[in-house]
């Protein structure tokens, strides 16, 4: 026997789904003007010839997508592979897997030490990681540049104390980069990560204890793999971010030490080569969303095995 | 003629699609007297809540027709059906006082000041919740909560107050009094209430009728000593109260119209004369229902009904259950009322004779 | 009893469980990493010299002169400007479409509206923000306009996700059966809508509307790939001054940017905590 909806609630049905869309329609156009929309344009952008003074020609040609792999000498043609482009592709993604790295070891002590706090103080600690979120990522940027400057904060109780005779060289390096990206995103790592251990029920770790596991062992064998969605999310929650990051290097690189973020930029700017900018900016698009989908399997994968 | 407020025809309500249909409620029709107290009782899922909200009119039916009052209301929206809703939860407006919950439905029905404030007053005079009328409803205890929005679904006085297990989230002492507080407001306000509950025993102490639901059908209407003490299916008297069943021969069958013969239990050489359903008519066994407060224990053996040693005896206070495992091996349950002066104690292990009596012997449908 | 307590027993420190070796250690050295560099960076906005290094005395000095720059003037005004305009538009368009998408059943395209919605926060800014230079720049030569519209336009849209996330949030929360009591009191749907959908529903929406405010407040990359020339706004003037030399005004301006958003957030956190 087939089952056929009555005709009143298909036409409930139908009503609702026809008010849903209404309702949506505004955001959705909106971010089809001032978002989703103009990426198509960078595609388009990328099969474009670069005009001499900025912007395009509207000529069909694939020069962007050939810069951004292989580089062409001026003088006798002969084709190699871009070193500067790879290298600085290259570059970003250690960096942002070090960045991603160095915000785990200090995010998920810090999210385990807030989620077992009492109740009563657990809102004020969790209220103190969220304030950075929220401020002004470059002003923290800034924020770091004064205190790693030669003549910063550092340099100047170390050289007064007499540790170091003259000033350790920090700013503009990848060091600085590493350390500006590490404090920026070091919130979206913790917060997640308190989501998960939040819900977390300890008498998983007492039973735990009680059929003789050591702590690390706790750790490891119990609490970590309970709360993994939530280390899943808090890394792609700073790789992907670090990856796609223009205001930290800037401010902390100097624009000696590019990431792939001021590559784009300088292409827009300086270089006056936007077909390759916008080539440069999908390829970024693309390594991003496979990061994502990446998460979503592996978010699947553990939903799957927790059942 | 029975002076109906609620006809519910053939209605049934689906839900998804093959091959996850999920049959709710199907093709039930029933009627619900004006004034009465009536209990839509069954399991969890058997599809009471859906009758009650597609009563209500927050659900449609994927056929069948609702009348109130001889008006076709199937497809009018909750705002336009004289009926109003106690929720489980009591869904009490967070954002409002208790007085203010009390006088929404009235606002909405754009009724003057002055009546509002009048019917307000009223209602919390006959819910006892004058002193607490500022309140926001966060502020007050779950039975008081639970009066308030008593109140508010009937200060609009509907034609039929719905109760979704208005009671389920108060404690054992709070609902006996709510038990009681329930029936006196519906004594006192006329209103037809339906009630929906799982609990056998709120629905046998409160209801005037009450339809014994299961897997979205509705099995037997009846009063609460009708359900109890005459129940035709083994869904029933396995639901509400305890049951013995014990399979018996049919022996002895009258002819023609006439529902009386007799049955023979096993290894028994007498046999009881009891009404056969005619369904059965023609089956050489049926299924026996009896109460274990309708058999008695001996220690003699002897013209018993059944036979068998006593397992284990379990002391309830007012009375003792005997579990005795009866000669083929199943399972049997006597309940005894205890008394002062002790009486008849087996101890486990004894062989004893279960008796009773013929009229207490049901042969059920199936 | 009392000496049991103080007296001589040595007792061995009770063991917790939820203690891990180290992590509090870690923990509290992260929050003072977190907090260390922005309160130097606040303490030497009241600095009376010119030097971001040396402490001369304690002065309002570069706030003052921060006050006076006309340029930190209009960036300022700008930057409310679009804070507050992205800020009312995400959220009336976040709150529709947080109506549309939540509690309802599955309808045809619903994901396809999350992902749109939630778009902004996937796809890096600095992706979005050369998207709209492009695009922006094309509509700019055909229609002769560059006002404020444009930045205006950006940042509505980078703040739907923000916006909508509270909202729905506060939706997915709310008790169905409130909406589903007004219908059976004789209310209609519109009446359901405004005396209980909504007024239930506001905090979710505040909460909606401040953090868009501070989300369009801190924008930098977008702002300073979109916007025209003479268009700076805070965040853009500061990226720009670091070609100078840097002085406490800028330390100046960063403390009041921070004292905004603590502000906003703060009211953030209470509001969305409101029970009723």
Aim: charged fraction near 20%.
């Amino acid at each position: 026997m087939s089952r056929t909806l009555s005709a009143l609630e298909q036409e409930q049905i139908r009503r609702k789904t026809r008010a849903n869309w209404l309702l949506s329609t505004p955001a959705l156009l909106l971010l089809l003007f001032a978002a989703s929309g103009p990426l198509i344009i960078v595609v388009i952008y990328s099969f474009l010839s670069s005009g001499n003074y900025g912007g395009v020609v509207w000529e069909f040609s694939t020069d962007a997508w050939f810069n951004v792999l292989y580089t062409k000498d001026i003088f006798d043609d002969t084709v190699s592979l871009s070193d500067a482009h790879l290298s600085i592709f290259w570059r970003s993604v250690q960096l942002s897997f070090l960045t991603t790295v160095l915000c785990l070891f200090f995010g998920f002590p810090t999210a385990y030490f807030i989620a077992t706090r009492p109740p009563s103080t657990r809102n004020v600690w969790l209220f103190l990681i969220t304030i950075p979120f929220w401020t002004n990522l470059l002003i923290r940027t800034f924020a770091i540049l004064e205190l790693i400057r030669n003549q910063g904060v550092i340099n100047n109780s170390l050289m007064s104390l007499g540790l170091i005779q003259e000033p350790i060289r920090m700013l503009y390096t990848d060091f600085a980069i590493l350390v500006g990206m590490a404090y920026v995103y070091l919130p979206l790592m913790v917060l997640p990560i308190y989501a998960s251990m939040e819900r977390f029920d300890f008498r998983f770790v007492e039973a735990g204890y009680d059929l003789y596991a050591s702590r690390i062992k706790v750790l490891r064998r119990i609490i970590i793999p309970i709360i993994k969605p939530g280390i899943i999310a808090g890394s792609i929650l700073v790789f992907v971010p670090s990856l796609g990051a223009y205001v930290t290097p800037r401010v902390l690189g100097g624009g000696k030490r590019l990431m792939v973020g001021n590559l784009i930029e300088l292409q827009f700017g300086q270089g006056k080569n936007w077909p390759l900018g916008a080539a440069l900016a999908v390829t970024m698009l693309v390594i991003v969303m496979v990061a994502l989908i990446f998460y979503v399997r592996l978010v699947q994968k553990s939903e799957r095995n927790h059942g | 003629m029975v002076d109906d407020t609620i006809r519910i025809e053939g209605v049934g309500k689906y839900f998804g699609a093959e091959p996850n249909l999920v049959k709710a409620l199907d093709n039930v029709s029933v009627n619900i007297r004006r004034n009465e107290f009536f209990t839509l009782l069954g399991p969890s899922g058997c599809g009471k809540t859906t009758l009650l909200r597609l009563i209500a009119g927050f659900e449609s039916p994927s056929f069948g027709t609702i009348l109130l009052d001889n008006k076709d209301i199937t497809t009018l929206p909750p705002y336009q059906r004289s009926v109003n809703t106690v929720f489980q939860s009591y869904a009490l407006f967070p954002h409002l006082t208790v007085a203010q919950n009390i006088s929404f439905g009235l606002e909405m029905l754009n009724k003057p000041k002055h009546e509002i404030n009048q019917t307000v007053d009223e209602m919390l005079a006959l819910v006892h919740m004058e002193e607490l009328k500022d309140r926001r409803t966060n502020q007050i205890s779950g039975g008081q909560q639970q009066r308030v929005a008593l109140a508010r679904a009937l200060a609009p006085k509907p034609d039929v107050l719905l109760l979704d297990e208005p009671l389920s989230a108060l404690d054992y002492k709070l609902r006996r009094g709510m038990q009681i507080e329930l029936k006196r407001l519906q004594l006192e306000t006329g209103i037809t209430f339906i009630f929906v509950t799982h609990d056998q025993e709120e629905a046998l102490t409160m209801s005037d009728r009450i339809a014994v639901m299961n897997e979205g059908h509705i099995l037997q209407v009846g009063s609460p000593d009708e359900i109890y003490n005459d129940p035709q299916e083994r869904f029933v008297a396995d639901f509400i109260g305890e049951s013995n069943f014990v399979e018996v021969d049919i022996v002895g069958k009258a002819s023609g119209a006439s529902s009386s013969g007799s049955i023979r239990f096993a290894n028994s050489k007498k046999s009881y004369p009891v009404k056969i359903p005619a369904n059965k008519k023609n089956d050489k066994k049926a299924l026996v229902f009896i109460r274990p407060e309708h058999a008695r224990l001996d220690g003699k053996t002897r013209g018993a009904t059944l036979t068998g040693t006593l397992a284990n005896k379990l002391f309830f206070g007012t009375d003792t259950n005997y579990h005795i495992d009866l000669d083929d091996g199943s399972q049997f349950v006597v309940r005894a009322q205890n008394t002062l002066e002790g009486g008849f104690s087996p101890a486990v292990g004894d062989k004893l004779g279960i008796f009773v009596d013929e009229n207490a012997l049901k042969v059920l449908k199936d | 009893m009392a000496k049991q307590m103080t007296g001589g027993l040595i007792r061995k420190k009770p063991f917790s469980i939820t203690r891990q070796h180290g992590f509090t250690t870690i923990a509290l050295i992260c929050f003072f990493v977190l907090y260390a560099p922005i309160l130097t960076l606040v303490f030497y906005s009241f600095n009376a010299g010119n030097n971001l290094m040396l402490w001369e005395g304690f002065s309002f000095h570069w706030y003052v002169k921060a006050y006076e720059n006309e340029l930190v003037q209009e960036a300022a005004i700008r930057s409310l400007i679009i804070a507050v305009s992205a800020s009312l538009i995400s959220t009336l368009v976040a709150t529709m479409a947080a109506l549309g998408t939540t509690r309802t059943a599955k309808f045809k395209g619903q994901s396809m509206i999350f992902l749109m919605i939630n778009q902004p926060l996937m796809v890096p800014e600095i992706v979005t923000a050369v998207a709209l230079l492009i695009f922006f720049a094309i509509i700019k030569t055909f229609t002769g306009y560059y006002g404020l519209g444009y930045l205006i336009a950006a940042h509505s849209a980078f703040c739907v996700p923000f916006a909508y996330l509270p909202i729905k949030a506060r939706l997915d929360g709310m008790d169905l059966s409130l909406e589903t009591a007004a219908g059976d009191l004789y209310a209609t749907p519109f009446r359901v809508f405004r005396r209980v959908t909504l007024p239930l529903l506001f905090p979710g929406i505040m909460a909606g509307a401040m953090l868009a405010f501070v989300i369009s407040l801190d924008d930098v990359i977008i702002t300073e790939f979109v916007k025209t020339a003479g268009q700076d706004t805070l965040p853009t003037y500061m990226l720009g001054q670091l070609r100078r030399v840097i002085t406490p005004e800028i330390n100046a301006i960063s403390t009041v940017l921070l004292g905004i958003s603590l502000l906003v957030v703060t009211l953030f956190f209470l509001v969305s905590r409101k029970r009723f």
